[in-house]
């Protein structure tokens, strides 16, 4: 998907543009820690060890500091901070927002991988080797040949080294090469910093590299060229270096942990060109490794990063509904579905009740710390939680959406229709009303439970499972004798409104079931799309009020078709889904009046979808 209407943006007003102090800022920061690292770096450990216990720290110091501190001024204070690890850094909330982290992790990634591992474990073996004549002994020769480059290997140098011979000394990343990578990060930071200074009211853009110039894309080229050449020496090695370069450079410039689909395809595309092309002219003699480099990889890699400066919110969404497939599906669940040929209806039902556990039970984390709605990041506690929803409710645009969502649907409340809202306080009122009503108090009745189990039958989203009923109501606390009085606290009625809006949100949580059938039936040759009627026998949001908790279940039904889609297209399967969330409730004895309000747990605002494909019933054969 191209966004065409969003190009690099080269205003100035809104902090996008990289002023000479704020490129000069960078530069300091990157030269701080380069100079620290490069004197309190171990010559005796390898290059990657080095850059995971000594480069980790400084970086995420120059993190806070450029994203949360005073960049102004002097930084005479980095160093002490460096030298401490376990100093508390004040700068900033607690914790890295998930995607800044992401960023940060991608860059120390990159420096990792800047030498290739073999070179730097093959350095000054020799020399050490060697006896004092310059000869290898014959005890050396045998020692030397079972070194292998795994820990076993260096544990056995390292016991080789502990009888006074001199301790072997590893290649190191070099002062330009380092100074560049981290200059390049921290513009990057300072380009993020500057456009929260100038939008206070906005959160955090992550990914910036939109704005960024010619002058910066090439330098990015150029480190992945250098880095390739660094790491490549033979054919079978281009392929798995180059496409590992790329996604780990990607991942940075995006701010996301895991590649969507589309960007692992544009990066193979790349690789698979630019082999066809080396391996073309290496055989005709034209070009040697470096030229080649120069010559195809540069413009190939050039072009990628346009790619994604005209397209990176559509591909950092995708990237994160990745990360939310890839952390509420199996992985095996997953693989099996995406590989799987269905031969016929009756295939696929045989396949989803052998996978029956797993399909019923797919648990969804709660929407604010997936940063649903556009969190910098999710916490933990139940002021995290309160905040995030507090912040996605007072946003205009989403409540106003959610509640056009609101209104396609029907909406009871165990069993009583709710009417429909154009506003957030309207909701409250008519949900208010709903839940202190005659009829709702008497369903929590003994007796009124009793008549809604007599009168249980079959919903319109009955399944192959068998399982979907219509819901149970009441719940236990009731006094035996039928004597019963309540009272929905007003802020549990408040606690209610903002589930439903979120629930309903086709653009946040509630289109996680979507994303998900699509991921398991979808494939090339159908298409996954929510299913359309006018007819609807059942709400389609169910809130069940009990004595102990309030249950919301959200239903929907996908079509799966085959494509191309035309008017005419018949329907291969259906596909019910139901996405439950449990709100636990405490009872509190007030002058004889039971309340009813919010307890909050550890499983607060987890939700459970289950996927069941539709009820089919045989028909005999007239033969």
């Given at each position: 998907m191209?966004?065409?209407?969003?190009p690099?943006?080269?205003?100035?007003?809104?902090?996008?543009?990289?002023?000479?102090?704020?490129?000069s800022?960078?530069?300091l920061?990157?030269?701080?820690i380069t100079?620290w690292y490069l004197?309190?770096?171990?010559p005796?450990a390898?290059?990657?060890?080095?850059?995971?216990?000594?480069l980790r720290?400084?970086?995420h110091v120059?993190t806070?500091?450029?994203?949360?501190g005073?960049?102004?001024g002097?930084q005479?204070?980095l160093?002490v901070?460096f030298?401490?690890?376990?100093?508390?850094?004040k700068?900033?909330?607690?914790?890295?927002?998930?995607?800044?982290?992401?960023?940060m992790e991608?860059?120390?990634?990159?420096?990792?991988?800047a030498?290739?591992?073999e070179?730097a474990?093959?350095e000054?073996?020799?020399?050490?080797?060697r006896?004092?004549g310059?000869e290898?002994?014959n005890?050396?020769?045998?020692?030397q040949?079972?070194?292998?480059?795994s820990e076993?290997g260096t544990?056995i140098r390292?016991?080789?080294?502990?009888?006074?011979k001199?301790?072997k000394?590893?290649?190191?990343i070099d002062?330009?090469d380092?100074?560049?990578?981290l200059?390049l990060?921290c513009?990057?930071l300072?380009?993020i910093?500057?456009?929260?200074?100038?939008?206070?009211?906005?959160?955090?853009?992550?990914?910036?590299?939109?704005?960024?110039?010619?002058?910066?894309?090439?330098?990015?080229?150029f480190?992945?060229i250098?880095?390739?050449?660094?790491n490549?020496d033979?054919?079978?090695?281009?392929?798995?270096t180059l496409?590992?370069l790329i996604s780990?450079?990607?991942?940075?410039?995006?701010?996301?942990?895991?590649?969507?689909d589309?960007?692992r395809?544009?990066i193979e595309r790349?690789t698979?060109e630019?082999?066809?092309k080396v391996s073309?002219?290496?055989?005709?003699?034209?070009?040697s490794p470096d030229?080649?480099?120069e010559?195809?990889?540069?413009?190939?890699?050039?072009?990628?990063?346009?790619?994604l400066q005209m397209?990176?919110?559509s591909?950092?969404?995708k990237?994160?509904?990745e990360r939310?497939?890839?952390?509420?599906?199996?992985?095996d669940?997953?693989?099996?579905?995406?590989?799987?040929v269905?031969h016929s209806v009756?295939?696929i039902?045989?396949?989803?009740?052998s996978?029956r556990?797993?399909?019923?039970?797919?648990?969804?984390?709660?929407?604010?710390?997936?940063?649903?709605?556009?969190?910098?990041?999710?916490?933990?506690g139940s002021?995290?939680?309160?905040a995030?929803?507090e912040k996605y409710c007072s946003d205009?645009?989403?409540?106003k959406?959610a509640?056009?969502?609101l209104r396609?649907?029907?909406?009871?409340v165990?069993?009583?229709?709710l009417s429909?809202a154009?506003?957030?306080?309207?909701?409250a009122?008519?949900?208010?009303r709903?839940l202190?009503?005659h009829?709702?108090?008497?369903s929590?009745?003994?007796k009124g439970?009793?008549?809604a189990?007599k009168?249980?039958k079959?919903t319109a989203?009955t399944s192959?499972?068998?399982?979907?009923?219509e819901s149970?109501?009441?719940?236990s606390g009731i006094?035996s004798?039928?004597?019963?009085?309540?009272?929905?606290?007003?802020?549990l009625v408040?606690?209610l409104?903002r589930?439903?809006?979120?629930a309903?949100?086709?653009t946040?949580?509630?289109g996680d079931?979507y994303?998900?059938?699509?991921?398991?039936?979808g494939?090339d040759?159908v298409?996954?799309v929510?299913h359309?009627?006018q007819?609807?026998?059942q709400?389609?949001?169910?809130?069940i009020?009990?004595?102990?908790?309030v249950?919301?279940k959200?239903?929907?039904?996908f079509d799966?078709?085959?494509?191309p889609i035309e008017?005419?297209t018949?329907?291969?399967?259906?596909?019910?889904t139901?996405?439950?969330e449990?709100i636990?409730l405490?009872?509190?004895?007030d002058?004889?009046?039971?309340l009813l309000?919010?307890?909050?747990t550890n499983?607060t605002?987890?939700?459970?979808l289950?996927?069941r494909?539709?009820?089919?019933?045989?028909?005999?054969?007239?033969?």
């Amino acid at each position: 998907m191209s966004l065409m209407s969003s190009p690099p943006r080269s205003s100035t007003n809104d902090g996008s543009a990289i002023t000479p102090a704020a490129s000069s800022q960078a530069r300091l920061f990157a030269s701080s820690i380069t100079s620290w690292y490069l004197a309190t770096l171990d010559p005796h450990a390898p290059h990657t060890a080095n850059v995971e216990s000594r480069l980790r720290h400084p970086v995420h110091v120059v993190t806070r500091r450029i994203l949360y501190g005073a960049v102004e001024g002097a930084q005479e204070d980095l160093e002490v901070a460096f030298n401490d690890d376990e100093a508390e850094i004040k700068d900033g909330p607690e914790v890295l927002s998930r995607r800044s982290a992401a960023r940060m992790e991608a860059f120390l990634a990159s420096c990792s991988v800047a030498l290739r591992e073999e070179d730097a474990d093959i350095e000054n073996i020799e020399p050490k080797a060697r006896n004092e004549g310059g000869e290898v002994s014959n005890g050396q020769k045998k020692t030397q040949g079972k070194v292998t480059n795994s820990e076993t290997g260096t544990l056995i140098r390292a016991r080789s080294n502990s009888s006074g011979k001199i301790p072997k000394t590893y290649r190191q990343i070099d002062h330009g090469d380092l100074m560049h990578r981290l200059e390049l990060y921290c513009r990057t930071l300072r380009r993020i910093r500057s456009i929260m200074d100038a939008n206070p009211s906005k959160e955090m853009e992550e990914c910036v590299i939109q704005y960024e110039g010619k002058k910066t894309i090439r330098s990015r080229v150029f480190l992945i060229i250098q880095t390739y050449l660094r790491n490549v020496d033979c054919v079978r090695d281009v392929h798995k270096t180059l496409m590992g370069l790329i996604s780990r450079d990607t991942l940075g410039v995006l701010a996301v942990e895991v590649c969507c689909d589309e960007l692992r395809s544009a990066i193979e595309r790349l690789t698979s060109e630019y082999e066809h092309k080396v391996s073309f002219a290496s055989l005709a003699f034209l070009s040697s490794p470096d030229n080649s480099a120069e010559t195809h990889l540069a413009p190939l890699l050039t072009k990628y990063f346009e790619y994604l400066q005209m397209n990176w919110h559509s591909l950092v969404s995708k990237c994160e509904l990745e990360r939310m497939l890839r952390a509420v599906l199996d992985k095996d669940l997953r693989h099996f579905f995406k590989d799987a040929v269905f031969h016929s209806v009756g295939h696929i039902l045989d396949v989803c009740r052998s996978y029956r556990e797993s399909l019923d039970n797919i648990a969804l984390p709660p929407p604010w710390k997936e940063g649903v709605f556009g969190m910098a990041g999710g916490g933990n506690g139940s002021t995290d939680m309160d905040a995030a929803i507090e912040k996605y409710c007072s946003d205009a645009n989403l409540v106003k959406q959610a509640l056009r969502d609101l209104r396609r649907e029907v909406i009871t409340v165990n069993g009583q229709v709710l009417s429909p809202a154009h506003s957030a306080m309207e909701l409250a009122e008519n949900l208010g009303r709903v839940l202190n009503s005659h009829q709702l108090i008497f369903s929590l009745s003994p007796k009124g439970r009793a008549m809604a189990k007599k009168s249980k039958k079959k919903t319109a989203f009955t399944s192959d499972f068998g399982l979907e009923i219509e819901s149970d109501f009441g719940g236990s606390g009731i006094d035996s004798d039928g004597s019963f009085r309540s009272k929905i606290e007003p802020g549990l009625v408040d606690v209610l409104t903002r589930r439903l809006l979120i629930a309903a949100s086709r653009t946040g949580a509630g289109g996680d079931a979507y994303f998900i059938v699509r991921d398991l039936f979808g494939g090339d040759e159908v298409e996954v799309v929510p299913h359309h009627s006018q007819r609807i026998d059942q709400g389609t949001i169910e809130i069940i009020v009990k004595m102990n908790a309030v249950i919301i279940k959200s239903h929907a039904k996908f079509d799966i078709i085959p494509k191309p889609i035309e008017s005419d297209t018949a329907v291969l399967i259906q596909f019910h889904t139901t996405t439950t969330e449990t709100i636990a409730l405490q009872q509190k004895l007030d002058s004889s009046v039971t309340l009813l309000k919010e307890k909050k747990t550890n499983m607060t605002g987890w939700r459970t979808l289950a996927i069941r494909p539709a009820y089919y019933e045989k028909i005999p054969s007239s033969h």
